[in-house]
């Protein structure tokens, strides 16, 4: 087991609950689409999970360790087993598509030597070879996301998080990136993944947990093992 969140409520300093009462297991290695309107409490999940916020009740478990209780010094190590992919990529302009790979490990203290042999490896991941020196302006949306998604994937996570990660692409586009994703995670990364997109949704047969007015209101993975009880 990876992440268990339980009875994990969140309540706003203005009154609103984004969450209610949630209670969710996630296995290593599973593809999770986290889907809702706006305002159902995804965003609110995501920041949870990544110890941006602390649950107004509940706990949350990682690697059996809650991350509610740790200590602040402990934070970012527990961050660095988890990747964000954000959908308007939030790439550092002046800085070159390996610069802002190496960027994600910097910020970690990793070894020089660490960086110069992971940062080609996951630029070659992404399909990405031969844009090392490219600035982000010169890149399409695609492409600005396949390097958002190789800084991602930098310090080698657990857990990739994509928050709306094909928001601003279009069809075609977005299949790709669809694609890699999948491809990470049958390298054995944990993906979850909060869209709108149900058409992207629907194709994939993965695991869907539904949102509404910060409520699990159906969990896809729940349903197959009740069916096969």
Same mark, same amino acid.
């Given at each position: 087991m990876l992440i268990q969140f339980y009875n994990v409520s969140k309540i706003y300093p203005n009154g609103v609950k984004a969450l209610d009462d949630i209670s969710?297991? $996630?296995? =290593?290695?599973?593809? $999770?689409?986290?889907?809702?309107?706006? /305002?159902?409490?995804?965003?609110?999940?995501?920041?949870?999970?990544? %110890?941006?916020?602390?649950?107004?009740?509940?706990?949350?478990?990682?690697?059996? %360790?809650? @991350?509610?209780?740790?200590? =602040?010094?402990? @934070?970012?190590?527990?961050?660095?087993? $988890? /990747?964000?992919?954000?959908?308007?990529?939030?790439?550092?302009?002046?800085?070159?598509?390996?610069?802002?790979?190496?960027?994600?490990?910097?910020?970690?203290?990793?070894?020089?030597?660490?960086?110069?042999?992971?940062v080609p490896q996951v630029i070659k991941q992404v399909g990405l070879e031969g844009y090392e020196h490219t600035f982000p302006g010169q890149l399409s949306g695609g492409e600005q996301q396949r390097?958002? @998604?190789?800084?991602?994937?930098?310090?080698?996570?657990l857990m990739l998080i994509a928050d709306e990660p094909t928001g601003n692409l279009d069809m075609d586009t977005s299949l790709e990136i669809m694609e890699l994703l999948y491809d990470i995670n049958r390298k054995g990364t944990t993906v @979850?993944?909060?869209?709108?997109?149900?058409?992207?949704?629907?194709?994939?047969?993965? %695991?869907?947990?539904?949102?509404?007015?910060?409520?699990?209101?159906?969990?896809s993975q729940v349903q197959f093992e009740e069916q096969q009880i």
């Open positions: 969710l297991k $996630i296995d =290593r290695g599973e593809f $999770i689409f986290l889907m809702g309107a706006s /305002g159902a409490g995804k965003s609110s999940f995501v920041k949870l999970l990544f %110890r941006e916020e602390l649950p107004s009740r509940g706990q949350i478990f990682m690697n059996s %360790r809650s @991350i509610v209780r740790m200590k =602040r010094s402990e @934070i970012p190590k527990m961050r660095r087993n $988890i /990747g964000v992919v954000f959908q308007d990529f939030k790439l550092l302009e002046n800085k070159t598509v390996a610069e802002n790979v190496a960027f994600a490990m910097e910020v970690v203290g990793a070894p020089l030597r660490s960086i110069q042999k992971r390097v958002g @998604i190789a800084r991602a994937l930098a310090n080698e996570p @979850i993944m909060a869209t709108h997109a149900q058409q992207l949704v629907k194709s994939a047969h993965k %695991r869907v947990v539904m949102l509404e007015k910060g409520k699990i209101v159906s969990d």
